[in-house]
């Protein structure tokens, strides 16, 4: 059974950081996209930021200059480094991967159970 596991939430005052760590595990035979979204309460869940098993990157326009995400294709894991909090970024986090399954085809997306960021003013 393939699973997300993230870690690395909490709470931090305007202008601090945080790191958010992401850990795929199961039969996995390959990972296309990993990516993190959020959802703040009475909105809708939104992309924050992807990266590809290449490397290729795709920013949110709100935490562009400010988030990193990186992966380490070998574990199986991702980072989104977030520096300059803001209380806007006050939100569930979640992680998203594109995996492909040994003996399987077709990928299929899967979600971390989401972890709370919570930035105070």
């Known amino acids: 059974q393939v699973r997300l596991v993230e870690s690395g939430g909490g709470l931090v005052q305007a202008g601090g950081s945080l790191r958010l760590s992401c850990a795929a595990s199961?039969?996995?035979?390959?990972?296309?996209?990993m990516g993190w979204y959020r959802q703040a309460p009475g909105k809708q869940r939104e992309l924050v930021a992807q990266?590809?098993?290449?490397?290729?990157?795709n920013y949110a326009d709100s935490v562009k200059g400010r988030f990193t995400i990186s992966r380490d294709n070998a574990k199986n894991t991702a980072t989104l480094q977030m520096n300059s909090l803001r209380p806007e970024d006050t939100a569930v986090y979640y992680c998203?991967?594109?995996?492909?399954?040994?003996?399987?085809?077709?990928?299929?997306?899967?979600w971390g159970q989401g972890t709370q960021v919570t930035v105070s003013p």
């Open positions: 998203n991967a594109e995996i492909l399954r040994y003996g399987f085809t077709v990928k299929n997306a899967y």
């Open positions: 199961g039969p996995i035979f390959s990972i296309n996209t």
């Open positions: 990266i590809t098993s290449g490397g290729s990157t």
